[in-house]
């Protein structure tokens, strides 16, 4: 389903991405993980299509996203490292966009919305606009929204920062649910290694823009001597902690705080 | 067709519900129909042009529209901050179409906005000499909230923080309101300020508002008519390649 061979992105002298190469195969759970700055909102921004990639060649369903970006974005849903919902926006009109925006015919976008709200337990604040809508509430929404259009993947970039333990169970209990009934592909990045551990069918670590280590958690685990995923982790990518530069949207964000009302 | 109409919807939607943004953008044209159209009234008669308020409320109208249609351009910060410009760039549909559907969603806001502040214009006391030349009236604040939405989407393209925000405001447009004409009248003043007030394409949204509604005209209406579209045109395309060229 996701074909990635030797895959490499640049910006100047850095190498954000250097020759990285894996397969995910349809129905499969697959987890990036990596230290900040490894690599993985870049990886995903490439197959994603929001990014052109250096060298290499990336595959989605038999597609390539370079030159067939449109049929690519029908094929995947995805939620960002961020919120991406329209705040002054209800619940049930940020979907509708969604489904306007892909195409979906009103009728079948009426009913799978439905479908969604009633499953992520959204359906009775469907008329609410979103921004009185808590953290794991927008969360829900978002990955509702990308399963609108049925796609055949699913990307996840970190979907359960900032939640609460209860919340982030809940959201990987769905999304397996989802993987299971609709045979959806998943790719995930996630911090949380026990989330990993128990969701992932297989992992790719990356750090430093290269793949370190491919395997199902317990090869991984097997292969370092590790009791857990955390500790191979560590194992594989040493224990410095990595810095990274605030970009301008971090600095619009902090600037959208302090002009935020207290609710 | 679709995705025009449900970004358009979507403009509205937000406007029509943030009722404390409308009031707040009503107080700045308020202020200035009252504090100069009543303040210069007298000089302005006793040099020989006639009723000032009759004279300025065009350049409000105007002035109005410049201020919403710009604001809305700025609105992309708004949305590359909550988020939502990516849930757009991802989506498979052309990026024009999406600009498109922004633009006509923020000129429809300003010409909303435009048409409360003529409705305030008549309540301070403004008469249009030519009531049949209403339907000409709003063929010209279209084609300045256009123009504008044009410029602001071409600016929030590229900006990416509030400051760039602020020089914007200070260094584009407040002197493309100041130098439009909409204060004064562009008769007889110097030459310097009449060449940039030529260049500047609010001046001719002001002077066909003007034609129109008091019957006055600096440029003619016709030429008005003919730069404000050229203008946009050329904006729009601007605007549709600043925006294919976001990266987020």
Known sequence: MIRVEHLTKTYGEIHAVRDISFDVPAGEIFAFLGPNGAGKTTTIKMLTTLLRPTSGKVEIDGLDPVTHNDAVRKRFGIVFQDPSLDDELTAAENLDIHGALYGVPKRVRTERSEMLLRLFELWERRNDAVKKFSGGMRRRLEIARAMLHTPKILFLDEPTLGLDPQTRNQLWTHVKKLNEEEGMTVFLTTHYMEEADRVAHRIAIIDHGTIVALGTPAELKKQTNSETLEQAFLALTGSTVREEGADSNDQLRNMAKMFRRPR | ?248
Not at chain 2, 54 to 62: R, S
Not at chain 2, 138 to 162: C, E, K, Q, W
Not at chain 2, 226 to 241: E, K, P, Q
């Open chain 2, 1 to 248: 067709m679709t995705t025009i109409y449900i970004l358009w919807l979507r403009q509205i939607k937000r406007y029509v519900r943030s009722r404390a943004r409308i009031v707040a953008s009503l107080g700045q044209p308020l202020l200035f129909l009252l504090a100069l159209g009543f303040g210069f009234g007298p000089v302005f008669q006793k040099a020989g042009q006639g009723n000032y308020l009759q004279f300025l409320a065009p350049g409000v109208i105007a002035m109005t529209i410049l201020f919403t249609s710009i604001f809305s351009g700025i609105e992309l910060l708004f949305d590359r901050q909550f988020g939502f410009l990516k849930e757009m760039l991802v989506a498979p549909v052309p990026r024009l179409l999406i600009m498109i559907g922004r633009t006509l969603g923020g000129a429809t806001v300003a010409l909303m906005q435009g048409m409360i502040v003529i409705a305030i214009c008549l309540l301070a006391g403004f008469r249009p000499t030519n009531y049949s030349a209403i339907p000409l009236a709003i063929l010209f604040m279209i084609l300045i909230a256009i123009v504008f939405t044009a410029l602001g989407t071409a600016i929030g393209s590229v900006l990416n923080d509030m400051q760039g925000f602020q020089m914007i405001m200070n260094f584009l447009v407040m002197p493309i309101f100041f130098l439009s004409g909409a204060l004064f009248p562009l008769t007889g003043i110097p030459l310097a300020l009449q060449i940039i007030a030529g260049a500047n394409p609010l001046s001719y949204g002001v002077d066909g508002l003007r034609a129109a509604l008091i019957g006055v005209s600096h440029f003619g209406a016709l030429t008005d008519i003919a730069v404000l579209c050229g203008v946009s045109i050329v904006l729009l395309y601007f605007g549709a390649r600043q925006f294919s060229r976001i990266q987020i």
